[in-house]
DNA sequence: ACAAAAGTGTTGACTTTACACCCATGG
DNA sequence: CCATGGGTGTAAAGTCAACACTTTTGT
């Protein structure tokens, strides 16, 4: 190879994460603020340069954690965004991922080395983005809603037990609209993807509910 | 960005492209011989590193054309790889792409600037290629076996029109299991991907077939 | 007793699967 | 007239969608 044609010189990955929660019927992403350039002081979603000495996989970690506090969290890749000036300084090209986490389980850093606040917002209602951020995020969105009966991504959301009317409401939240219970309920068990856990929870005057966990 | 970081610096990114065909009962896919270092000699999925003042789609395009001759194809993003020592030479993170086309139509080149031939290969009887490439194709195997029934992959296999059972065919090739005739028929239809002609063709001695076309 | 939310089964519509015979052509 | 492969419909099974009443708890 001709590592020193100026051609392939200058260029990076950028690692991008969207990274979902749902809270009281509202989906919301966590975005975080710029305090550096490019962008300053723009929102945007967290990720950064894949170092040339770190797997792909690490480097992911690593950037979720540095810019947002969170570990441990199953990713889903969605797409790559190559257009050659979707970055102002560097030729960087993108690799976006989805993953699903329960806001109330993780502490979220206000404030890293390089960004200046952290939070989550509401999916209707998102900012001007740095870079290409609002196009990536809309990506984001459609595959979350289209993998989501498929895969196993929403299992960060719910590590522990859970129950059915729980597990709906994320459902309705994300794909905007209403399932039967009998039927939502039929359907997970018989794909196989939830079991019986044989465990009641009580809430308030409420008759008690089973709880149920991903196989 | 801190681009002077040496973090940043001494990483690519290859594109690679899994092209597919069918013919008389076979997948295939094009391989091309490295006639460079490293992996010189070895067969390989066509691609190369994307250059820096192109977009990735106009990457993806030029190598392709520049390693096969191939042009105006549609490709599916498949997958990422980014295991820090996939490439010898340079961190190189690959980006995987899959396209179906029909051999007959084209015309391969058999030597370019970095090859020294090309060819089909049956599937089921592929060398060791370079780079991570056997790892690559048999996730782009799986992708397009996925795929095929909900994307329009296969229009680059039939931009003519088609006859049913030829397009059966090639699903059967590829999934490696066969349908009902009938069924297939109502399924396509009823998707509403195919659509009547109204022409028909005669082969030697058999009924003559009518001509379907992608919608 | 009542309000609030959870649990549960059946029917009709639709989709998918299985299956067999006749037809047009060239030799 | 025969060999080859193409075209076609129906019934059974399975899946998906619609729908209402009863149960448990706390107040």
Redesign the pocket.
């Known amino acids: 190879m001709q590592v020193n044609n100026p051609l392939y010189k200058n260029q990076g990955i950028h690692l991008i994460i969207n990274i979902f929660t749902v809270e009281k019927g509202i989906t919301k992403v966590l975005l975080i603020k710029r305090s550096n350039e490019p962008y300053k002081d723009y929102w945007a979603l967290p990720g950064g340069a894949l170092y040339n000495n770190e797997d792909l996989e690490n480097g992911l970690k690593r950037e979720l954690k540095e810019k947002t506090g969170i570990e441990n969290i199953r990713l889903n890749l969605v797409n790559v965004y190559g257009k050659i000036n979707r970055s102002p300084v560097f030729r960087m090209v993108a690799i976006s991922y989805i993953g699903v986490i329960d806001s109330n389980r993780v502490n979220i850093l206000k404030e890293t080395l390089k960004t200046s606040n952290a939070d989550w917002f509401n999916i209707n209602n998102i900012p001007n983005l740095a870079y290409d951020h609002n196009e990536i995020l809309n990506d984001a969105l459609e595959t979350l809603k289209e993998k989501i009966f498929e895969t196993d991504i929403l299992k960060n959301l719910f590590n522990k037990e859970f129950?059915?009317?729980?597990l709906q409401k994320v459902y309705e939240t994300i794909l905007n609209k209403t399932f039967?219970?009998?039927?939502f309920?039929?359907?997970l068990i018989?794909d196989g993807v939830i079991e019986d856990t044989n465990k009641v929870i009580?809430?308030?005057?409420?008759?008690?509910?089973?709880l149920y966990k991903f196989k």
Not at 180 to 183: A, K, T, V
Not at 202 to 210: R, Y
């Open positions: 129950t059915l009317p729980e039967d219970r009998r039927n309920r039929k359907k018989n009580n809430f308030e005057g409420k008759k008690p509910a089973k």
